[in-house]
T-cell receptor
Framework: ETGVTQTPRHLVMGMTNKKSLKCEQH?????MYWYKQSAKKPLELMFV???????ENNSVPSRFSPECPNSSHLFLHLHTLQPEDSALYLC????????????FGSGTRLTVV | RKEVEQDPGPFNVPEGATVAFNCTYS??????FFWYRQDCRKEPKLLMS???SGNEDGRFTAQLNRASQYISLLIRDSKLSDSATYLC???????????FGQGTELSVKP
């Protein structure tokens, strides 16, 4: 079990649904990330939060909406997704300004039908 | 050109074999380098950092060539449990984001 917990582990949703992915870290880190991993593609960074502030949005469509209420919790709100959004969504955390200690959660495997 | 490029896979090797993975990166200002391991349907986990002087951790040896913008990972005496996807990762600046290669799949057979 890692220090970064993601729920749910699996999610199937229709294109008109609204759902949220949750990430929680117990490591005292102050930076959190959302990554997307599609089949046969490199992990793609989606969003970066440092000290609860969004510092990077990697041209992600607005149907993905992140929320970071505090430095331990990160959400990804999903609405009107497309089948091509089906992927593994990984949350990670780290200590800001450190190149070490990135810890990933186990991910949410999302299927959009 | 991709920011981080890795050898195409999969690599299928017998137990006990030595296998080498290569990786190139495009940004000459890159500061930090890592190899991550990702098991099937699991999250990536840090395998080892890569230092300019080269470093070794048991059966694993990592090398960095800044002039050629090239990183390598050597696995000696392969075990069945080494079967996984190996991800080359680069960070451009202190505290920056991880940039991942597409990964190279390794399958070690009995």
């Amino acid at each position: 079990e890692t220090g970064v917990t993601q729920t749910p582990r699996h999610l199937v949703m229709g294109m008109t649904n609204k759902k949220s992915l949750k990430c929680e870290q117990h490591l005292g880190h102050n930076a959190m990330y959302w990554y997307k991993q599609s089949a046969k593609k490199p992990l793609e960074l989606m969003f970066v939060y440092n000290f609860k502030e969004q510092t990077e949005n990697n041209s992600v469509p607005s149907r993905f909406s992140p929320e970071c209420p505090n430095s331990s919790h990160l959400f990804l709100h999903l609405h009107t997704l497309q089948p091509e959004d089906s992927a593994l969504y990984l949350c990670a955390s780290s200590q800001h300004s450190s190149n070490y200690g990135y810890t990933f959660g186990s991910g949410t495997r999302l299927t959009v039908v | 050109r991709k920011e981080v490029e890795q050898d195409p896979g999969p690599f299928n090797v017998p137990e006990g074999a030595t296998v080498a993975f290569n990786c190139t990166y495009s940004n000459s200002a890159s500061q930090s380098f890592f190899w991550y391991r990702q098991d099937c349907r699991k999250e990536p986990k840090l395998l080892m950092s890569v230092y300019s002087s080269g470093n070794e951790d048991g059966r694993f040896t990592a090398q960095l060539n800044r002039a050629s913008q090239y990183i390598s990972l050597l696995i000696r005496d392969s075990k069945l449990s080494d079967s996984a996807t190996y991800l080359c990762v680069v960070i451009y600046n202190q505290g920056g984001k991880l940039i991942f290669g597409q990964g190279t799949e390794l399958s070690v057979k009995p």
